[in-house]
């Protein structure tokens, strides 16, 4: 027989690291196992020669992009689940979950005409970029297939957000492991031509992340229609589209969307335009470095999605000053993980791009990209806790602001100038916009949040209702 599910109190009697980090640990885990997801393609990728390495990751983010105009809102649902559970409205809760697939339906909408834009979008680009052709055939290959993920990657983006706001993070994590299996056996088949299937290369690798996505989202879905999940959050009867629901979504989540695309977009400018302008070793040492840059900030996104719930909640409860306590305590932690990520980078960038060439011109172009990267580790601690701690109170649209600013003058304006004034200083040049990029953006957001402003919003009109059977309102609690 199914457990029963209870909703759980935000103070449990631990110590705060201690709680944030069991909390955190089931998320870390699946942002690492997102990433390793990643990995295993660009590793698997690239054995298929230098061109398909120097194609997997522009063509990735550009269909991360195209996927961000949806993933945004459909993540804000983590932010009204925490609400509506520390307010004692379990059900409420529920329903809210349900709104990711009416939203990954709209994204399935929007995938039909965005695949005819492809070659179009290829055709112009890929010359403009400076991409061999042949990296821009394997490009479109990869692009016009796994653009298809967008629908169920936006369907898990909410489904998650509804399992870490009703701080049940192991349910996302056990979705994501079954992706990877089915992924890596699905890559294996596919690029290869393995168990009679055709060798289908890059082409393959889509196809995999396409159905790996989707079994993703299937493990989700049975989870939250689940006996004990409907038991406590009434999952089964609130599966009806809500438009009140999705407004508020929408008005919440539309920044976060437009931030999404904004960040990723300048990341597909900055990979797919400026640095080709460097030749294709320092495209592939862009991509290696980015691909290693994942080992520092997707384990601290997830610290701070679990510190997005543990704010969402107290603001639920009306306890402002929790908020503020817990996201101290993240902060504290997240800065010593990146900090020691970032003396690592810069101790060891020589044999960690290594492990993906023997190229000694990738290798010593990817030396300069990881020293980039060690700098801006300490500031990308701050932009990560402060982001997630602010869309945990809903304050979405001022960030989504600063950060399109910090993207467009700072990160690729001041990159394109260095690319074209300064040309002779190579990679070096434009990694370093980056991290001035990042060091503002961090200031900015952690002066946002100790000003304060967070505490007037507000996502609800009535005023919460006692608080839920096994909830008792949390005492304040200390930093550790």
């Known amino acids: 027989m199914s457990k029963p599910i209870t909703v759980q109190k935000l103070d449990t009697g631990e110590r705060p690291t201690r709680e944030l980090l069991r909390l955190a640990m089931p998320i870390i885990g699946m942002t690492v196992s997102r990433m390793l997801m990643g990995f295993i393609d660009f590793a698997m990728v690239s054995t298929l020669g230098t061109e398909a390495q120097a194609a997997i990751s522009p063509a990735s983010i550009l269909v991360f992009a195209f996927i961000c105009t949806g993933l945004g809102a459909a993540q804000t649902i983590q932010t009204f689940v925490a609400q509506s559970d520390g307010r004692g409205e379990p059900s409420e809760a529920g329903a809210f979950g349900w709104q990711a697939v009416y939203i990954g339906v709209l994204m399935g909408l929007l995938t039909i005409p965005a695949t005819r834009l ?26 016009s297939v796994a653009i298809w993920a967008a629908a169920p990657a936006v369907i898990c983006g909410g489904m998650n957000g509804f399992f870490q706001g009703v701080r049940r993070p192991a349910v996302s994590l056990i979705a994501i492991l079954c992706s990877i299996v089915f992924n890596i056996v699905g890559n294996y088949a596919l690029i290869y031509g393995n168990w009679g299937f055709p060798e289908m290369g890059i082409r393959g690798a889509a196809i995999a992340t396409v159905l790996g996505w989707c079994v993703r989202a299937a493990v989700l879905m049975l989870a939250m229609t689940s006996r004990p999940f409907d038991a406590a959050y009434s999952t089964r009867s609130n599966w009806r589209p ?81 908020a503020l306590a817990r996201t101290r305590v993240a902060l504290r932690l997240t800065l010593g993980y990146m900090g020691a990520a970032g003396i690592g980078f810069m101790l060891a960038a020589r044999p960690l791009v290594g492990v993906f060439t023997d190229d000694p011109e990738v290798i010593n172009a990817g030396a300069t990209v990881m020293f980039c ?93 006692a608080a839920a059977p096994g909830a008792a309102v949390p005492e304040p609690v200390e930093p550790a």
């Open 118 to 143: 492809v070659a179009p979008l290829y055709a112009w680009m890929g010359p403009a970029a400076h991409h061999a052709p042949e990296v821009i055939a394997l490009e479109m290959q990869y692009t």
């Open 242 to 322: 809500n438009f009140t629901k999705l407004g508020s979504i929408a008005r919440i989540g539309t920044p976060a969307s437009i931030q999404w695309l904004v960040d990723i977009g300048s990341w597909v400018v900055f990979t797919t335009f400026i640095i080709p302008t460097f030749g294709m070793v320092s495209m592939a040492a862009t991509n290696i470095g980015i691909q290693l840059l994942h080992l520092s900030f997707m384990p601290a996104i997830g610290l701070a999605i679990a510190l997005s719930s543990q704010v969402g909640f107290a603001i639920g409860r009306d306890r402002h000053d929790e």
């Open 373 to 465: 990267v060690a700098l801006f580790q300490l500031p990308d601690a701050l932009c990560i806790v402060m982001s997630h701690a602010l869309r945990g109170a809903g304050d979405t649209r001022w960030q989504a602001i600063v950060n399109g600013l910090c993207c467009w003058f700072i990160f690729i304006g001041g990159g394109t100038l260095f690319a074209r004034v300064w040309p002779e200083l190579g990679l070096a040049g434009p990694w370093s916009m980056c991290v001035a990029f990042v060091f503002v953006q961090g200031i900015l957001f952690a002066w946002r949040w100790q000003s304060g402003a967070w505490r007037s919003i507000r996502l609800f009109d009535e005023a919460p209702v």
